[in-house]
């Protein structure tokens, strides 16, 4: 009923634009970097996907250049301004050679929220009870970048996935870096989890103008389950979710919010349920929300992307919404990428009606859907909707509609909190049936069942916790003005403090390789934040004290808001609650870092360095040896460190050792 009324209104007001219907058909785009165009002419049009660059012994190296034009950045490989999907093999050496050709950061600067932390906020006076604030500063774009390898379960250690340190110049501006390029070599373990991942920046203090400029692209790591389900005739498409501005609290009313109110028939927003009132809350230092716990105006609407293509807010024409052509009876594997700097997805396949039709989940963040022993789940088809928060990956099996119907991918409304942005409900595509060929390769056959899915994560419910850590989310708006906010996450216990992440402190936590424990992840704000940690992947426990069924294996995931939304009394709120299990192995020690993934929140200070120590160094604690800095054959300036007289790494570990 709902979508007959839209409907219905679409054919009423064709000759108005309140749906934010647009021309966009993208016709003239050429994405061939040239020295004129770097990122190319155009946009891609709706309907167009990623190419594959496939690693082989062949074509080994991929070369990432990042290209300017305006305050657009690209990613160009193979002379194609479109960033690739890279497909690497489980046990592949997945080679990137990352090139900056940054022309002007100062560009970058305007893709920034409005005024964000142009100067540090105060001094905070103390107050017994609640841990004391340490206000931010403001960081300035640079232009220098990086590579992370977002999921991969490879040492945060050059050349691999280390972050902290390694970046490349820009062509113009300050040298911070000391170098234009660096290689990085990445050992995809055997066990590493076939599935979706992905690639962008992570320079603290850049990554949202970075992001926002273009800066991500996928990596598919393919399994046994790949080649099976290719034998079945079953494809894969990969699907990008982009954003590409960040208004946040930007005080501007833009059209497609005005309309969004105004449109009858959408969706409420999905609300993450509150915590309970009698959440509980450990004896120790709170968080002081009396201040802290703003709202934020809601008048502005971001614009996000699909596959590079605009979306359209609320309800559009289906000539406005991304065209996926099935051939009926047949079925896909979708494999889809939230890469928004901090807009939330909540996806659900429907058809004409509006009814939801169900999908099979193959997996959740690049982790098959699987029990604690590796075991398959059932393919089981669901209707649910599926919240995928920024940075978060989902797969799923999507048969092809009937002949003479068609189905609509969509994403509701989120309610991210008071605090947090409006994500309006939007369609994303059409899918649409062909009819038979007659070539035989209709693919009616059942998908194949997946096989047994084991990697460094396997078996770690049945490992017994060895420590409990309570990690807490705060923000500290400017007082009187909620659009100046400085971001925390912190450990909270005896003597915590609120301090935004700081390249060169120490380490927040200290673990030994082979560690497991479980962290109480607690959200002391009015907004949605989004918990990542490198490396590894964890189990959800419980969300608000509610324990899951089914834990699920994820590297991001949703913390909900404070509750009751409205309350700004310390004694009253409660923090919102997610517990998960992690595991820490020797394999992926060094300096992990953890963090919001709005990477608008981690820029300004909502990120910390777990410390995974390796074995034979325990007892030294986190006390790091600076060795300073070293060129590596064919990768190219990296920091060396060791851990007391242990093993050298080659790379960096600790922050201590980054250049002022
Ligand atoms: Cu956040």
């Not at 939230?338 to 193959?362: C, S």
Request: with cysteine; hydrophobic share 40%.
């Amino acid at each position: 009923m709902r979508f007959l009324i839209l409907f219905l209104l679409i054919c009423c007001a064709s000759t108005t634009s309140w749906a934010d219907a647009d021309e966009y058909a993208g016709m003239a785009w050429q994405p061939y970097s040239t020295a004129q165009h770097p990122c190319g002419i155009g946009i891609p049009p709706r309907g167009d996907f990623p190419h594959d660059r496939w690693v082989n012994a062949r074509r080994p190296v991929v070369r990432l250049t990042v290209r300017q034009e305006g305050t657009r950045l690209c990613y160009v490989a193979d002379g194609i301004a479109e960033a690739p999907v890279i497909r690497v093999r489980q046990g592949d050496t997945l080679t990137i050679t990352l090139r900056n050709e940054i022309t002007d950061p100062a560009l970058l600067e305007a893709l920034l929220p409005a005024g964000k932390l142009a100067s540090p906020n105060g001094s905070v006076p103390h107050q017994a009870g609640v841990m004391d604030i340490v206000p931010g500063t403001a960081h300035a774009v640079t232009g220098r970048t990086n590579l992370h390898v977002h999921g991969f379960s490879v040492p945060p250690v050059a050349p691999q996935d280390e972050v902290l340190m390694g970046c490349v110049d820009p062509a113009a501006g300050t040298a911070l870096c000391g170098q234009r390029e660096m290689t990085y070599r990445y050992n995809v373990p055997t066990n590493m989890s076939p599935g979706l991942y992905w690639y962008h920046p992570h320079v603290h203090g850049e990554v949202t103008a970075q992001m926002l400029a273009g800066l991500s692209g996928a990596i598919v790591v393919e399994g046994a389950d790949d080649k099976a389900r290719d034998a079945a005739g079953i494809p894969d498409r990969v699907f990008i979710v982009r954003q590409e501005q960040d208004t946040d609290a930007k005080a501007v009313a833009t059209k497609a919010a005005a309309k969004m109110v105004a449109l009858p028939g959408v969706k409420m927003p999905v609300t993450l349920v509150p915590p309970p009132a009698g959440n509980s809350v450990v004896a120790g230092l709170r968080v002081d929300t009396r201040h802290e716990l703003g709202c934020s105006n809601k008048t502005a609407v971001d614009e996000i992307s699909l596959n590079g293509a605009p979306v359209v807010d609320g309800a559009a024409k289906d000539a406005d919404l991304t065209p996926v052509t099935m051939t009926a009876g047949t079925t896909q594997l979708w494999r889809v990428l939230n890469a928004a700097t901090d807009a939330f997805l909540d996806l659900v396949l429907m058809d004409e009606t509006g009814k939801p039709v169900p999908v099979r989940i193959v997996a959740r963040d690049g982790a098959p859907v699987t029990d604690d022993a590796g075991r398959p789940g059932a393919l089981t088809p669901t209707a649910d909707a599926q919240l995928v928060p920024p940075a978060g990956r989902v797969e799923f099996l999507v048969s092809a509609p009937a002949l003479g119907h068609k189905y609509y991918w969509l994403s509701h409304a989120v309610d991210t909190g008071c605090a947090g942005d409006v994500v309006p409900e939007r369609r994303l595509a059409v899918v649409t049936p062909l009819p038979y060929t007659d070539d035989g390769d209709q693919g009616h056959a059942a998908p194949p069942a997946p096989g047994a899915s084991s990697s460094l994560f396997t078996g770690l419910l049945a490992r017994k916790t060895d420590r409990e850590r309570i990690v807490a989310f705060a923000e500290y708006p400017r007082p009187g003005d909620a659009d100046q906010t400085d971001f925390y996450i912190t450990e909270r216990r005896p003597g915590a403090l609120l301090r935004p992440f700081d390249m060169l402190g120490p380490p927040a936590i200290t673990v030994p390789a082979g560690a497991v424990e479980e962290w109480v992840v607690e959200n002391w704000t009015n907004e949605l934040h989004a918990f990542h940690m490198h490396q590894v992947h964890f189990r959800v426990l419980s969300v608000n004290g509610k324990a899951l069924a089914d834990p699920p294996l994820l590297d991001t995931v949703t913390v909900p808001a404070a509750g009751p939304a409205d309350v700004t009394s310390a004694a009253q709120v409660a923090p919102g609650q997610v517990r998960i299990k992690i595991y820490f192995p020797e394999a992926l020690a060094g300096d992990i870092p953890f963090h919001c993934h709005l990477v608008d929140h981690e820029d300004n200070g909502m990120m910390g360095v777990v410390r995974v120590v390796p074995h034979g160094n325990a007892e030294r604690g986190d006390g790091v040896e600076k060795t300073g800095w070293s060129d590596l054959p064919g990768v190219g300036r990296v920091p060396i460190c060791r851990f007391g007289a242990g093993r050298a790494w080659a790379g960096a570990a600790s922050a201590s050792l980054a250049p002022r």
